[in-house]
């Protein structure tokens, strides 16, 4: 049997248990692509694939990891978009534009302005600048890994001060 028909077999074996997977653990239903993402990665991956394990929990697994990466594709985008970018280039918005804004777009720079200088600068240099570590160290005269030290412990502000749980 060739691997493209091995695919194709567990394909129509798992793929309605991969589906619900994905749905349960992204709580959204727009999770074909993904399913379908899950069989691409697996054929591409088929010659490590051993036989220790059944081919369903390998499966589980390349899907675990792709759910993994879209939650945190899901909450980047939403940091971006909460981080309120302008088309051209990146800027803090005018009073006039802060106006017009969400409750949660307000209540999120806010939160920002609430938190320490270091933790201001960093977050709004790596996360709305979107710059490197490289490019922020420069910036402010920090090491790289003050840079990211700092913007880790501002990211972990933030989520608390907006409700969350540090270690989230």
């Given at each position: 049997?060739s691997?493209e028909e091995k695919i194709?077999q567990?394909f129509?074996e798992?793929?309605d248990d991969i589906?619900?997977f994905?749905?349960?653990k992204?709580?959204?239903?727009?999770v074909e692509d993904?399913?379908?993402?899950v069989?691409?990665?697996?054929?591409?991956?088929?010659?490590?694939?051993?036989?220790?394990?059944?081919?369903?929990t390998?499966?589980?697994?390349i899907?675990?990891?792709?759910a993994i990466?879209?939650?945190?594709k899901?909450?980047?985008?939403?940091w971006?978009?909460?981080l309120l970018?302008?088309n051209?280039?990146s800027?803090?918005l005018?009073?006039?534009?802060?106006y017009f804004?969400?409750?949660?777009h307000k209540?999120?720079?806010?939160?920002i302005?609430?938190l320490?200088?270091?933790?201001?600068d960093?977050l709004?240099l790596r996360?709305?600048?979107?710059?490197?570590?490289?490019?922020?160290?420069?910036?402010?005269g920090?090491?790289?890994?003050?840079?990211?030290?700092?913007?880790?412990?501002?990211?972990?502000?933030l989520?608390v001060?907006?409700?969350?749980?540090h270690?989230?």
């Amino acid at each position: 049997m060739s691997k493209e028909e091995k695919i194709s077999q567990w394909f129509f074996e798992y793929s309605d248990d991969i589906y619900q997977f994905l749905l349960y653990k992204l709580g959204s239903s727009d999770v074909e692509d993904l399913v379908q993402e899950v069989f691409i990665r697996a054929l591409k991956s088929l010659k490590t694939f051993k036989g220790n394990s059944s081919p369903k929990t390998w499966l589980y697994s390349i899907a675990r990891n792709m759910a993994i990466d879209e939650i945190r594709k899901r909450k980047r985008e939403k940091w971006k978009s909460l981080l309120l970018l302008n088309n051209e280039q990146s800027t803090i918005l005018s009073p006039e534009e802060l106006y017009f804004l969400s409750e949660e777009h307000k209540v999120l720079i806010a939160t920002i302005y609430s938190l320490k200088n270091n933790y201001q600068d960093v977050l709004i240099l790596r996360g709305m600048k979107e710059l490197t570590v490289e490019e922020t160290a420069n910036i402010l005269g920090w090491t790289e890994e003050k840079v990211r030290s700092t913007h880790y412990r501002a990211k972990q502000a933030l989520y608390v001060k907006l409700g969350g749980d540090h270690n989230e």
